[in-house]
């Protein structure tokens, strides 16, 4: 007992050592899409946002909504991500007496997937009446992840990722307010580690822990820079229901970081073309949203490469998106006093709620939403459960 317990303990130093050493090459082994700035709201309504956007959040889904916003906004959110694993371990360590036996420790540990994301940043989106509008954030956003799997030659799973981003955009009606056009570029500064599986024995045994999981350099940040494009088509056929058509070229030309020779991570980012269709019919006191969106069309999402290699109709399914909205007292094109949420991610259900208790502004806003994605290297393997809250102060 006592042995294993050094064992676990030796793992999580280890952890903290990778962090300071050097830099290694490592090849992805996750089949999650992850993607900097993912929004609250959007996770909400199923992590929609290519033809539905009316607030900051459109700088990193589709640059053209931002043309929707129709006052003032300045944030700055603190947002906490959680899998539902991490909080049930938190919890059963708490119960663990110190007679467990052994299996009840690996027990406890195995099947395990510890997640966690954090994004601070401030940003601005401002209005210029009719003409056009501008919007700029600047942030910090950290993902760790853990997992602790097969009980006969225990292997780890273990990923880290930090994103120092910049991003601004302008976005301006033409032909009468019939299109939306954004267009935006985009700074990253990245550490990461990619997901990678090592068993406990070669961690225990390894004397350069880098070479298990590789590691970064906090103070060395590999840069790179892009730049994203959209537009919406308010489509006139539909007008009662303010439907809207919705495309968005993410990482045009590529995100390719600066790395020195032999690097590898962080991996490069091919272009991602997305597309989605909105409603937003709004009686009064009520406003609905209905979205739907296809992302990452070509499917060769850097952190894909399952899907990269082998198309097919399940690759689809996992980057299908639908999401609906029901807010009561708009406060203004982006927000509710009251708002609650519910989509499909990959075919996994997800639902949110927002508040704004000060009810005529944005003084303090409160977001929270749970939903799942595919962290496996296969189609439909290890689904994650989550659960994010928001907390902005702005106006």
């Not at 999650?32 to 290519?50: A, D, F, H, S, V």
Request: hydrophobic share 40%; aromatic share 12%.
């Amino acid at each position: 007992m006592l042995l294993l317990r050094y064992h676990i303990l030796s793992f999580f130093v280890a952890l903290i050592i990778v962090f300071f050493s050097g830099v290694c090459s490592l090849q992805a082994q996750t089949g999650e899409l992850r993607r900097p700035g993912q929004g609250i709201r959007n996770l909400g309504m199923g992590n929609t946002g290519i033809g539905l956007s009316f607030d900051e959040n459109a700088l990193f889904y589709n640059p053209a909504g931002l043309a929707s916003v129709d006052t003032i906004l300045i944030g700055f959110p603190f947002l906490w991500e959680i899998s539902n694993d991490s909080i049930d371990l938190i919890k059963d360590i708490s119960k663990l007496s110190g007679d467990s036996a052994t299996a009840d420790t690996v027990e406890l540990l195995m099947g395990k997937r510890v997640h966690f994301r954090s994004l601070v940043d401030l940003n601005l989106v401002m209005p210029f009446g009719e003409l056009l509008t501008f919007g700029i954030a600047s942030g910090l956003e950290t993902q760790f992840d853990l997992g602790v799997r097969n009980p006969v030659a225990i292997e780890i799973d273990f990923g880290f990722r930090l994103d120092r981003i910049q991003t601004m955009a302008v976005a301006l009606p033409v032909a009468r307010g019939r299109w939306l056009v954004g267009a935006g570029i985009e700074t990253i500064e990245r550490c990461d580690i990619p997901l990678t599986s090592v068993t406990l024995g070669t961690i225990l045994t390894s004397s350069n822990l880098s070479s298990s999981f590789g590691s970064c350099k906090l103070t060395d940040l590999k840069r790179a820079q892009t730049f994203n494009f959209g537009f919406q088509k308010r489509l006139e056929t539909a007008s009662a229901l303010k439907m809207s058509w919705g495309f968005a070229i993410k990482n045009l030309g590529g995100l390719k970081f600066k790395r020195a020779d032999g690097e590898t991570s962080p991996a490069d980012q091919f272009p991602e073309y997305s597309t989605g269709l909105s409603w937003q019919p709004s009686w009064g006191p009520v406003r609905l949203l209905y979205a739907i969106d296809l992302r990452d069309i070509t499917m060769k999402h850097a952190d894909d490469t399952t899907c990269q290699a082998k198309k097919s109709s399940k690759c689809y399914w996992k980057r299908l998106h639908i999401g609906t909205e029901f807010g009561i007292f708009p406060i203004d094109s982006g927000a509710s006093t009251i708002a609650v949420r519910a989509g499909f991610n990959q075919g996994y259900f997800s639902y949110g709620f927002e508040l704004n208790p000060f009810i005529f502004f944005r003084g303090l806003n409160i977001q929270y939403a749970i939903y799942k994605t595919e962290t496996g290297a296969q189609i439909g393997d290890r689904p994650d459960k989550r659960r994010v809250l928001q907390i902005n102060f702005g106006f």
